[in-house]
């Protein structure tokens, strides 16, 4: 039974990172915003990806970081406690809880609504609860689809869905360290649960189909990311297709068939090969969409295809970059789009104007915490090429800086930076190796920032510093 409608200025479907973005912003514009979320406030991000597997992560680099130095490593003998690297795991997912959110969504004026929210029109939204009960609730202005994504498990491997296989949620929120843990796919996923569960105990076997780790990334990231998880004692394999997958009763150990006919054996597989678009039960198809799509958006996140101007898709559900620092950053362009059009002002979307997502296509910052660190921003030689662009790159050996070696004594790193020619500016660079999180920014900021190499060659590194890097980097683009 559906109830009266309530009429509201903003709706927001998806209440993760980027949906309680959006929803801040056009709350603290004065205009009244419900967010519908069918599971906990806080989304992926805070209970199944980033902050739980990070909490996984961060010991092992920690630890490694302390036996990289003499003095520090003749205290740190023995192996991480798993058990309290669990608890603090938990800790950082509230135990799965999201009463903290809510309350952060309720003191910032921003009411909620639990349920699955579905398009029913335009500037409609129905509301299924849990009873089964629907609400139908309208929106004066907007409705911005902030639904996330989810894992894709490849359709064409017998057995596997029946074998109930890992995706990241398993992987980041597991109780227990499994005795032993096949990781199917080379991507951010897949090396940075190898890195953390090998650190934890676990024996680790990596497949991958293709001929290389971190695919989208420089190649020597993959390389150097593949060293590093081989002297971990993870077993990597490239060019291994898995032809099936069996697991008695649904219990119990689970085996591999690989294309070779070798069978694995494992306690649990985890499945990291893809991302699809939570889209297929929102009622695109009540706005002309077609369901299960990702969204397409211009600049200002604005859904292409409806007419009107009042749906929006922020975060990874348009595809313009799974990253949760770059879907708040859409929220914020999202909001104030939203914003200026409740206003009655005209949206400001020219190259970096206020009301568009130029980031997007200009340099995506993106961190993989494995064991080295990779960072990258921007365009890699190979794509900076297909785009047509006239340049070149400047490499640099990290351990080669001084300030290398305050990170460890025998620091192995590599840093690349793509100049474009023609407009004497970076547009894309690369840093593997440990430590390296903490360079991303500055290089975001010239690459983002298209500062011209003359003025940058005036941004003096401090010494010593893993920073110094940047000296030698454009001492390369100078000539």
Not at 263 to 276: F, H, K, P
């Amino acid at each position: 039974m559906t109830t009266a409608p309530e009429e509201y200025d903003v709706i927001v479907v998806g209440a993760g990172p980027t949906g309680e973005n959006v929803a801040d912003r056009t709350a603290a514009a004065g205009l009244r915003t419900v967010v519908v979320e069918s599971e906990l406030v806080g989304g992926e991000c805070s209970y199944w990806a980033c902050m739980p597997s990070k909490a996984l992560l961060r010991p092992v680099a920690a630890l490694a970081g302390a036996r990289g130095v003499a003095g520090a490593r003749e205290a740190v003998g023995g192996a991480l406690d798993p058990a309290a690297v669990l608890a603090r795991r938990d800790s950082f997912t509230s135990h799965w809880r999201d009463d903290g959110q809510v309350k952060w969504l309720r003191d910032t004026g921003i009411e909620l609504v639990r349920g699955h929210g579905r398009l029913a029109g335009e500037r409609k939204v129905t509301v299924e609860g849990e009873d089964g009960s629907e609400r139908l609730l309208t929106a004066r202005y907007a409705v911005a689809v902030c639904t996330g994504s989810r894992p894709v498990l490849p359709p064409d491997v017998p057995g596997l869905a029946e074998a109930r296989p890992w995706t990241n949620r398993e992987a980041t929120g597991s109780p227990a360290v499994p005795g032993r843990l096949a990781v199917v796919g080379g991507g951010v996923v897949g090396v940075e649960m190898a890195t953390a569960w090998r650190a934890l105990g676990s024996e680790v076997v990596l497949l991958v189909r293709g001929e290389g780790l971190l695919p989208r990334m420089e190649p020597f990231a993959g390389e150097l990311v593949a060293e590093g998880l081989r002297a971990a004692g993870v077993d990597v394999r490239f060019g291994v297709s898995v032809t099936a997958v069996e697991r008695v009763d649904g219990g119990g150990e689970v085996t591999l068939v690989l294309e070779d006919g070798e069978r694995l054996a494992a306690d649990e597989v985890l499945y990291a090969t893809g991302r699809a678009p939570r889209t297929a039960d929102v009622g695109l198809e009540q706005v002309g969409l077609k369901p299960g799509a990702w969204l397409d958006v211009d600049d200002s996140c604005t859904v292409l295809g409806v007419d009107g101007d009042w749906l929006y898709a922020a975060g990874d559900v348009n595809h313009r970059a799974l990253l949760t620092h770059q879907g708040k950053y859409q929220a914020r362009i999202t909001g104030a789009a939203i914003v200026a059009r409740a206003q009655r002002r005209p949206l400001d979307t020219a190259r970096w104007g206020a009301h568009a997502a130029s980031a997007d296509s200009a340099g995506a910052p993106q961190v993989v915490f494995t064991e080295p660190e990779v960072a990258a921003v921007g365009l890699t030689l190979e794509a900076a090429e297909r785009a047509g662009l006239r340049v070149t790159t400047v490499d640099h050996d990290l351990g080669a800086v001084a300030g290398a070696s305050l990170y460890g004594d025998d620091y192995r790193g590599k840093a690349r930076v793509v100049f474009d020619l023609d407009r004497q500016v970076l547009v894309g660079a690369s840093f593997v190796g440990p430590g390296v999180a903490e360079l991303l920014h500055s290089a975001t900021v010239a690459v983002v920032g298209e500062v011209p190499i003359d003025r940058l060659w005036h941004a003096v590194p401090a010494y010593p510093t893993i920073s110094e890097v940047w000296l030698r980097l454009l001492e390369g683009c100078r000539g």
